[in-house]
Every structure is written in C-alpha cells, then in structure tokens.
C-alpha cells in the first residue's frame, strides 16, 4: 500500500486539516477554496520559509516558486492476531487477580454549551492565538534585525542613516506577487520602506537623546526659539498686510495718531 501524501489547510476557524493529495487533484484546489471561504494552504519556497497562502491564490503563489508543503505518512502495519492455543479441560478455580472489575459508570457530562457560549469561546481563544501569534512574531522580527546588525561584515549603524533590516521577498496575497518587507529595531514589520524609516527614525531620536541629553535639550531649546521666531514673523507679516489693505484715509489718519502720541 503507498503513502499518503497530505496537504496542511487552515480553515477560517484557526483548525488545521490534513487534506489528502488524491482528493485535492481529483477535486481541484479551486473547489477546496469555494467551499472553504478564508482558508489557506501551508507552502514553502526555495529557501524551505513556510508561508500560509490564501487557496484561491494558490495558483499564483506556484507561479512565484512556492510549493504545498506535504506530509508523508506511512500505513500502520496489522498485527497478526495469535492463535488460541489448546487448553485442557480441567478447570482451576479463579483467583482474585484474575476477576476484572468491570469500569464504573461515567458522570454525565455537564450540558452542552449555547450558540452563544460557544461562539464567545471560539472569538476569546482566536484572541488569544492572535496575540500570542503577533508577539512571537515580533520577537523573531526582532532577533533577525539584530542578527542583520551584528558580525564583521556589518556596516557600523549611525543613528538616523536608514537602518531598517530589508526581508527575503514574501508573498503578498493583495497583489500576488513577491515583496520585500522591511523591519524595525522594534520588531514591527511593513511592506511599505517609507513607514519603516519613519519609525526607525523615532526610535533612533530616542536613542541618540539617551546618549547626548544635554545636546538633545539645546537643540530642543534652539528649535523653540525658531519656532517663536517663525511664528513673530508670520504674525508681524499679518498686520502688514492688513495695514496696506485699508483704504488711503484710514491709513492717514493712523500715522496722524502715531505723531500726536508724546515721546
């Protein structure tokens, strides 16, 4: 007898199914997707990373070098079942070891839960695999963004000079091709470069205050002093213009009052 070859498929429901590889090329991978709305397919790609692909997108995802990621499994072999062997007719009284007790009843079970109740534990525990999804994700982001700034080939890091890690390119379901993502030295990752820099810049602001708190306040100090500046200047400008917007009398009578005040 072969080995059956299976597919991992994650239903909309967060449960993983083993799906055989004879029913998906018999049905097509297509009807797998009609039936189940929002589920995915475990595949791989040269580099054996693993990525969860939308079923409708997987076509494309092949097209781009991804594979289904399969499991072999090996068929069980049957024991023979031993023959009974000969017994003699006389009979031996049974000893206590030999009488089985037979198991005792089972508790009813207590009673099954609600639409409601099961619907509230499905969307608590989804949650929960969320979140502890999100955080181990971004743990890992975080040691591969320190293992890309680490070693002797390495760039020194300068503070505030782009120093978000790029990913290998991944496969974006919006837009059915591969992409490069781009991390952070906080773990988060985005597939746009411009966010990236924006938040790695924050974070190295931070850092470089840290290190310099003294500079860090001058420059604070000089920033505010040329923002009062800016702010005299527009206000000044203002004024001007709403001067040389009033009629020709009123203006004259303005500079008449001005020479009338005592000095």
């Given at each position: 007898?072969?080995?059956k070859?299976?597919?991992t498929?994650?239903?909309?429901?967060?449960?993983?199914?083993?799906?055989?590889?004879?029913?998906?090329d018999?049905?097509g991978?297509?009807?797998?997707a009609d039936?189940?709305?929002g589920?995915?397919?475990?595949m791989?790609?040269?580099?054996?990373?693993?990525y969860?692909?939308?079923?409708?997108?997987?076509?494309?995802a092949?097209?781009?070098?991804?594979h289904?990621f399969?499991?072999?499994?090996?068929?069980v072999?049957?024991?023979?079942?031993?023959k009974?062997?000969?017994?003699?007719?006389?009979?031996?009284?049974a000893?206590?070891?030999?009488?089985?007790?037979?198991?005792?009843?089972?508790?009813?079970?207590?009673?099954?839960?609600?639409?409601?109740?099961?619907?509230?534990?499905?969307?608590?525990?989804?949650?929960?695999?969320?979140t502890?999804?999100?955080?181990?994700q971004r743990?890992?982001?975080m040691?591969?963004?320190?293992?890309?700034?680490?070693?002797?080939?390495?760039e020194?890091?300068?503070?505030?000079?782009?120093?978000?890690?790029?990913?290998?390119?991944?496969?974006?379901?919006?837009t059915g091709?591969?992409?490069?993502h781009?991390l952070?030295?906080?773990?988060?990752e985005?597939?746009d470069?411009?966010?990236?820099?924006i938040?790695?810049?924050a974070i190295?602001?931070?850092?470089?205050r840290?290190?310099?708190?003294?500079?860090s306040?001058l420059?604070?100090?000089?920033?505010?002093?040329?923002?009062?500046?800016?702010?005299?200047?527009?206000?000044?400008?203002?004024l001007?213009?709403?001067?040389n917007?009033?009629?020709?009398?009123?203006?004259?009578?303005t500079?008449?009052g001005?020479a009338?005040?005592?000095?």
């Amino acid at each position: 007898m072969p080995n059956k070859i299976t597919y991992t498929i994650t239903t909309a429901d967060g449960k993983e199914h083993q799906v055989s590889k004879e029913n998906v090329d018999k049905y097509g991978m297509q009807s797998y997707a009609d039936a189940y709305k929002g589920a995915t397919i475990r595949m791989r790609d040269a580099q054996k990373g693993d990525y969860d692909i939308p079923l409708q997108h997987f076509d494309n995802a092949r097209k781009q070098g991804l594979h289904a990621f399969s499991f072999e499994h090996t068929p069980v072999q049957k024991q023979a079942t031993p023959k009974p062997t000969p017994t003699s007719s006389v009979t031996t009284a049974a000893t206590p070891q030999d009488i089985v007790q037979s198991p005792r009843p089972q508790s009813q079970k207590d009673r099954p839960m609600t639409a409601v109740e099961k619907a509230s534990m499905i969307s608590n525990v989804g949650n929960i695999v969320n979140t502890t999804q999100a955080g181990l994700q971004r743990t890992k982001n975080m040691m591969t963004y320190a293992k890309s700034k680490a070693g002797l080939y390495v760039e020194p890091v300068k503070l505030g000079k782009n120093n978000v890690v790029e990913t290998a390119k991944q496969y974006n379901p919006k837009t059915g091709k591969m992409q490069s993502h781009y991390l952070t030295e906080a773990g988060n990752e985005y597939d746009d470069k411009t966010q990236a820099d924006i938040e790695q810049a924050a974070i190295d602001d931070q850092k470089r205050r840290e290190l310099d708190p003294v500079q860090s306040q001058l420059e604070d100090a000089y920033s505010e002093r040329d923002r009062l500046e800016e702010a005299v200047s527009a206000r000044r400008k203002e004024l001007e213009d709403e001067y040389n917007n009033r009629p020709w009398y009123q203006r004259i009578l303005t500079e008449m009052g001005k020479a009338c005040i005592p000095m």
